[in-house]
């Protein structure tokens, strides 16, 4: 198992260039802070990307006529083995605020910096669903790194899914976004998106 946390490791750290600066500093610190190294930081940040989890999660979002003031919301389930089983005992609910951007809620695990499930102040609700894809590169900012800056920089769904559209990917996902008037699904591979 040491070779293959080992090696893992290793990999996680081709990542580190398409990391955006800030988050970069922020794992430093928590690596610091820690005292972990950052090769562990960065392999659980990036786990599901070297993984590539097969498709377990699901999303729903209802609005218009279904709801009683025409207000969207969004459900989803998180079915990671890995993420209901050792950790579940572990999940948190942190509020970021970033120096820049916009404020977040991300539920997550400790030592965890990026977002699959999360909400930012403008009500833009955010839930990484994996799927399967053969397009994938280590060559790309993790998804669950990307889907964070997204929510950061975009104050609605539209521009919360430009965000995550333009920036390098690394393996599919299927990505549900809910704000109050509006929600779509984002299909990704780690070059393309719709």
């Known amino acids: 198992a040491l070779p293959l946390y080992g090696l893992l490791k290793w990999l996680a750290r081709g990542f580190w260039p398409y990391i955006p600066p800030h988050l970069q ?3 430093l610190a928590l690596a610091a802070g ?8 960065l392999l659980l940040n990036g786990l599901d990307d070297l993984a590539n989890n097969s498709p377990r999660c699901s999303a729903l979002a209802v609005g218009d006529s279904r709801t009683d003031r025409g207000d969207y919301v969004m459900g989803r389930n998180l079915d990671y083995p890995v993420f209901t089983g050792p950790l579940t005992e572990f999940q948190t609910l942190f509020l ?3 120096h820049r951007g916009q404020r977040l809620a991300s539920l ?3 030592g965890y910096v990026g977002v699959c499930t999360g909400i930012n102040s403008s009500g833009v609700a955010l839930a990484q669903l994996s799927a399967m894809s053969r397009d994938r590169t280590l060559k790309g900012t993790p998804a669950a790194l990307r889907f964070r800056q997204a929510l950061e920089e975009g104050d609605t769904v539209t521009a919360v899914a430009a965000r995550v559209l333009a920036a390098p990917g690394t393996i599919g996902n299927n990505l549900m976004l809910c704000g ?3 929600a779509l699904v984002l299909e990704l591979s780690a070059r393309q998106g719709t």
């Open 25 to 27: 500093q922020e794992m």
């Open 34 to 41: 820690a005292e972990l190294s950052l090769g562990g930081i």
């Open 96 to 98: 970021i605020e970033p």
């Open 108 to 110: 997550a695990w400790p």
């Open 180 to 182: 109050p008037r509006e």
